[in-house]
Structures are given as structure tokens and as C-alpha cells.
């Protein structure tokens, strides 16, 4: 079987909060042939992680490696390396995975509010712009 996880089903496998969840969803990850990640549900998930449960980024960033690393795990990897990128920087996995998606529909400048971001978008060597 060929699986698409939900964010939820991530978070019950990393977080084991709900037993009877944790098990099920671990269960069925180990059964799949393929298990279909979105870039989205990894946003999802290191917010959430964040956000709800308090986990360090670099915590974070090991519990996506993990998932990457499963044999049966499928997922934009390049998208997730910039994700991780950001991530490992001290951002948000969102903005790396932002500005990988915007560069890949042959955008050149990253444009933000976000003082931090346009900074560790620069470090890359990547053009930005501050807007004010």
C-alpha cells in the first residue's frame, strides 16, 4: 500500500502523546510500500512541533532526517534539504522550503518583511530584497 500521510500521523509517531495513536500510526507507517510526504505536511509539522509541544529546532531537524531516512519514505528531498537548510540556520523550515519552491517557479529575488529570513536567505548566496 501506497500511503500519504497527514501531518497528525507524523506528529503521533515523533511525539507519542497518544498511545493508542502512537501505535497505530507506527504500525501502519511500517506496513506502507511508500509513504508520500508533502513539503507541506513537514511545515505542518515543525510548526506544530514548535508551537504545541516546544521542540528545539535542532530536534526537529533530526526527527525529519530520521523520517528521510526510512526506507520507504518519498518527499521533494530537495525542497526538505532546504527546508533543513533554514532550520539548521536558526529559521523556519517554511521559508527555506519557500524560497526553494519560488527559485524551482524561476523566481530570482526573495522578498520578505522578515529581517531574519532575508538575512539567512543572503548567507546563502541567494539575491533578496527587504521591503520596508
Known amino acids: 500500500?501506497?500511503?500519504?500521510?497527514?501531518t497528525n500521523v507524523l506528529v503521533r509517531?515523533?511525539?507519542q502523546d497518544d498511545p493508542e495513536q502512537?501505535?497505530?500510526a507506527l504500525r501502519m507507517l511500517e506496513q506502507a510500500e511508500t509513504i508520500?510526504?508533502?513539503?507541506?505536511?513537514l511545515c505542518e509539522l515543525t510548526w506544530v512541533l514548535r508551537g504545541s509541544y516546544g521542540v528545539s529546532r535542532a530536534d526537529i531537524a533530526a526527527a525529519i532526517r530520521q523520517l528521510v531516512a526510512t526506507r520507504n519514505f518519498e518527499a521533494n528531498h530537495l525542497g526538505v534539504e532546504a527546508g533543513l537548510t533554514m532550520?539548521?540556520?536558526?529559521?523556519?523550515?517554511?521559508?527555506?522550503?519557500i524560497a526553494y519552491?519560488?527559485?524551482?517557479?524561476?523566481?530570482?529575488?526573495?522578498?520578505?518583511?522578515?529581517?531574519?529570513?532575508?538575512?539567512?536567505?543572503?548567507?546563502?548566496?541567494k539575491q533578496t530584497r527587504l521591503l520596508a
Open 1 to 6: 500500500m501506497k500511503i500519504i500521510a497527514d
Open 13 to 15: 509517531v515523533i511525539v
Open 22 to 24: 502512537s501505535r497505530t
Open 36 to 41: 508520500a510526504v508533502s513539503l507541506h505536511a
Open 87 to 97: 532550520l539548521d540556520a536558526g529559521g523556519d523550515f517554511a521559508d527555506g522550503v
Open 101 to 125: 519552491e519560488g527559485s524551482w517557479l524561476g523566481g530570482d529575488i526573495f522578498v520578505s518583511f522578515d529581517r531574519k529570513v532575508i538575512a539567512l536567505i543572503a548567507k546563502q548566496g
